[in-house]
């Protein structure tokens, strides 16, 4: 039996299945006996406890992992919740049943934001579950213990979870929801843990199954054969001795060099992509900086934050975006607006535009970072329609003494006129996740699309072609971006489209790196041509593998 889902990553995992335990039967719709104040009490102390056992488990893990954490530990103890548990309680609900309402009703109206927002009403959840856990004096639901390694199987894994596995335990994860942006995805590809989400949410494997579990394909084959495991475990051997092989730059067999970069939400992420042989930054997404703020950052405040960043890389190129807001990412501070479709509303640079102090605040922190550092700073614009669009942002960039201004591909529209756009700006980058969402005209949120959201589209792959010959031709670099990079096999074909460099999530860079280095330019020009001519995403994958 095999089942199908997202992969997350390049690993390969043969183990056994331990399930994740269902969370909570929902608490009975009963009223208590009459006594409010102990069953507040009863609340708040519970409340207390599930902080104090996530505070210690933040205390146990690192980096992103802790963040999360930290952000459920705000959610656990949030004023405007507790009002709502007590008013529940006062008009005689039990503790536990107003919590898990009052919770419930939260977590409602993140998912009717849709995009982030939804995606946090995972956490939220989370954290429910743990309070009334407390409140009923079972233990908590949580990672399976297990002596020997195991392939965890869950529903969706919450960031508590996620944060604390143990890397010597878990081979893999599988997951029945989620998807490529939910928790356990980025969790799992920022600590290289092969992961497949999305299963679907019958799927369901007996306890102790062995499984192997195939992230490039999304494949989990259920009970395999003794063949299929010694395939796997050869792949996992040949992927053990890629990661030790010594760091070199990015280049194809026959020397053509392909720069590989990394994409980056924080500067703390940066001695991570130094390590891994990043060569640079590609993406530097600045609204990762301010998501939670309320008012926009100062300039001095985004000045210290890029200074570090730039900092890490003398020398080197380092391209930052201005803050892509809207959509998935909205700042409260540039999108106030109800907006039916986000995704197609004030967004990336049209939301800039409209705020224009914002705008010039970042760019003017940018140019007080390029001018002490020694990093070759680039500066770009998100979701840029046009050559209207990419002449403003380059002459507003430019006016303010930074060196190298040019715009993302993430629009149509912009590959179409790509010729008008190379002779405007400094460089392309390309964001295959938007330019996918926007030509295929498939939200890239949404879980039912998502067979959709395939950057090997012949679509996309003719417009970034469009992009690539712009860029030669007018001997302006055009660099990729989106998660696209971070698929070898891809990111061979981006390469013989025009693609001058990659960038991707520090973990991938390894495995692209490896794969690079076994075509010539000539056979990646190849690859490209069979992909451009398939008629379906598969197609294109089956025909640049045939090539
Ligand atoms: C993209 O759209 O491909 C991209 C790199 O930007 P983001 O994923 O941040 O929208
Ligand atoms: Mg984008």
């Avoid at 269902?22 to 102990?38: I, N, V």
């Avoid at 992509?273 to 993406?283: I, K, T």
């Avoid at 996309?460 to 055009?478: E, I, N």
Wanted: glycine letters at 8%.
């Amino acid at each position: 039996m095999e089942l199908h889902g997202v992969g997350v990553g390049r690993g390969v995992a043969v183990g056994r299945v331990l399930t994740m335990p269902e969370p909570l039967p929902e608490p009975a719709e009963q009223r208590h006996g009459g006594d409010a104040t102990a069953e507040k009490a009863a609340v708040e102390s519970a409340v207390a406890a599930a902080a104090a056992e996530l505070q210690e488990r933040a205390g146990r893990a690192d980096g992103a992992g802790r963040e999360v954490i930290e952000a459920a530990i705000q959610m656990a103890q949030d004023p405007m919740l507790a009002d709502d548990v007590s008013a529940r309680i006062d008009a005689g609900s039990t503790g536990e049943r107003a919590v898990f309402e009052a919770f419930r009703s939260f977590q409602d109206q993140l998912i009717a934001l849709g995009g982030y927002m939804a995606e946090r009403a995972a956490d939220l959840g989370d954290v429910s579950q743990r309070i009334i856990a407390q409140l009923r004096g079972v233990p908590v639901p949580g990672v399976p213990e297990s002596d020997t390694p195991f392939v965890l199987m869950a529903r969706d894994l919450a960031p508590a979870d996620t944060a604390l596995l143990d890397l010597n335990k878990v081979l893999g994860l599988i997951t029945r929801d989620g998807g490529p942006t939910s928790h356990t995805a980025i969790l799992a590809r920022s600590k290289s843990i092969p992961a497949i989400v999305g299963v679907g949410a019958d799927a369901s494997i007996d306890e102790g199954t062995r499984v192997v579990l195939d992230a490039a394909s999304g494949v989990v084959t259920v009970d395999p054969t003794d063949a299929q495991v010694a395939d796997a475990e050869a792949r996992i051997a040949e992927r053990a001795a890629q990661a030790a092989a010594p760091i070199t730059d990015g280049a194809l067999a026959d020397g053509t060099k392909v720069p590989l970069l990394a994409n980056l939400g924080s500067p703390k992420d940066a001695a991570n992509a130094v390590e891994l042989g990043a060569e640079g930054v590609g993406l530097f997404r600045t609204e990762f900086l301010f998501l939670d703020a309320q008012t926009a950052p100062t300039v001095e405040d985004q000045q210290a934050q890029y200074i570090e960043l730039l900092k890490h890389f003398p020398g080197k190129k380092v391209v930052v975006r201005a803050l892509d807001a809207g959509a998935d990412k909205p700042l409260s501070f540039l999108n106030d607006a109800h907006e039916e479709n986000p995704a197609l509303g004030l967004r990336g640079l049209r939301a800039l535009r409209a705020k224009i102090q914002i705008l010039h605040d970042q760019l003017q922190a940018l140019k007080n970072a390029q001018d002490v550092t020694d990093a070759d700073l680039w500066v770009m614009a998100p979701m840029v329609a046009d050559a209207e669009e990419t002449q403003f942002f380059v002459e507003y960039g430019k006016n303010l003494g930074l060196h190298t201004v040019g715009v993302m591909a993430e629009v149509p529209s912009l590959a179409v006129v790509a010729d008008q756009v190379v002779q405007l700006s400094d460089f392309v980058s390309i964001g295959t996740n938007d330019l996918t969402q926007y030509t295929l005209a498939a939200d890239r949120m949404l879980g039912t699309v998502a067979a959709y959201q395939d950057p090997w589209h012949p679509a996309v792959l003719r417009l970034v072609k469009l992009l690539g010959d712009a860029g030669a031709g007018a001997g302006k670099p055009v660099g990729i971006c989106g998660e696209a990079a971070a698929d070898p096999q891809l990111a061979v074909v981006l390469v013989g489209l025009g693609a001058t460099t990659l960038s991707m999530t520090p973990a991938a860079l390894a495995d692209v790196r490896a794969e690079l280095a076994t075509v010539t330019l000539e056979q990646a020009q190849a690859k490209a041509v069979a992909a451009l001519a398939a008629t379906t995403a598969a197609g294109a994958r089956e025909a640049a593998a045939a090539a």
